[in-house]
């Protein structure tokens, strides 16, 4: 027999300005990376998901009423590893099918990750059965799986995985908008990943119990804030005035500290950046660990690397370009 499955990729992405403010509706810059998950679908008799060294197939995986359980053998970080493919699987009512997922970063990183799995599960499903979604059906789909897994979640990061390039993502009203930016073709930024302490999950949730209790109107002040500070940047964004960017850069993480979601270990790590003539540095996502992202002269960028590993990132790199979206 010939088995016919399709291949998919989606970029992971990192949040420019704005994160945590963005939850609430205002804005926020975020731009798709090259730096992929991979989803490789093929029809099968039973539903097997396999990640890596990591493989559940018809016998730790129960059916029932079309929901899906991971039982016998999963731990507890398996099903959570899988959560978003599983819940994916079940908004399309599909569960005979073999999913090979591989991702260029550890899941849970703080660079999207979670969203990117989301969304080349879903177009890769979609295109193996030719259910006929289109961007619009999967962002929709992706951003309601996020919801369910993690609870209160903005649309950001399954957009920038969905449509790709760079996105200015806000909600007026009841309505959520996004609008495509250029970004100049030799902006580059380097990223360094720490090792994540909490689920974004877990930091949106603290997040939003500091808005609702004694001091909430201060933090809804910070939010406001980070509001303006995103305008500022899109203003200056497309016309490559680094110095500018990097200093709203550091405004917004200094906003973000104030917010109670930055580690001693990425704060340093921002600080050592400045010191060494970077033009401005912040951490990117929930924070807690995660993705830093910073604006270097060309000149400083090796230096500034190596000092990133110094400090604890476990992987380094630096971006050129932005990624198209899921394809
Ligand atoms: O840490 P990440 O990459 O999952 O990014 C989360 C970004 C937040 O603004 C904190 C949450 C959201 O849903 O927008």
């Known amino acids: 027999m010939v088995v016919i499955g399709v291949k998919v990729r989606a970029p992971t992405k990192v949040t420019l300005f704005g994160e945590h403010a963005v939850v609430y509706g205002f804005p926020a810059l975020v731009a798709a990376v090259p730096i992929y998950v991979t989803v490789e679908a093929e029809p ?19 059916i029932r009423e079309n929901r899906i359980e991971l039982g016998g053998k999963a731990s507890q970080e398996v099903k959570k590893y899988f959560s978003y493919i599983v819940s994916a699987l079940e908004e399309l009512g599909v569960n005979k099918v073999k999913l090979s997922v591989k991702s260029e970063l550890p899941v849970g990183a703080g ?7 989301t ?11 030719s259910l006929g979604l289109d961007k619009k059906d999967i962002h929709k789909i992706a951003w309601d799986v996020e919801r369910k897994v993690q609870g209160k979640a903005s649309p950001m990061d399954t957009a920038a995985s969905t449509y ?42 603290e997040v939003a119990r500091k808005l609702e209790g004694p001091n909430g109107s201060l933090y809804w002040e910070i939010m406001k804030t980070i509001g303006k500070v995103v305008e ?41 950046v400045i010191e060494l003539g970077g033009y401005g540095a912040k951490i990117s996502g929930a924070g807690h660990g995660g993705a830093l992202i910073a604006l270097v002269p060309q000149d400083k960028i090796q230096k500034i690397l190596s000092v990133l590993e110094m400090v604890g990132a476990g992987k380094t790199f630096v971006i050129r370009g932005l990624a198209k979206g899921v394809e």
């Open 232 to 272: 500022e940047a899109e203003k200056v964004i497309t016309k490559y005035d680094l110095e500018k960017l990097g200093e709203l850069m550091n405004l917004n993480h200094a906003l973000l500290e104030a917010l109670g979601v930055v580690d001693s270990q990425t704060a340093y790590a921002v600080r050592k």
């Open 111 to 117: 660079m999207g990750t979670s969203a990117a799995v």
């Open 119 to 129: 969304v080349a599960t879903l177009q890769a499903v979609n295109k193996l059965f």
């Open 44 to 62: 099968s008799e039973k539903l097997v998901l396999e990640s890596g060294p990591i493989v559940l197939n018809s016998l730790e995986i129960e």
């Open 164 to 205: 790709g390039g760079l996105l200015k993502v806000w909600k007026e009203g009841n309505e959520w908008h996004l609008k495509n930016l250029e970004l100049p073709s030799e902006f580059e930024f380097v990223v360094g990943v720490f090792k994540k302490m909490k689920t974004t999950g877990k930091i949106v949730a």
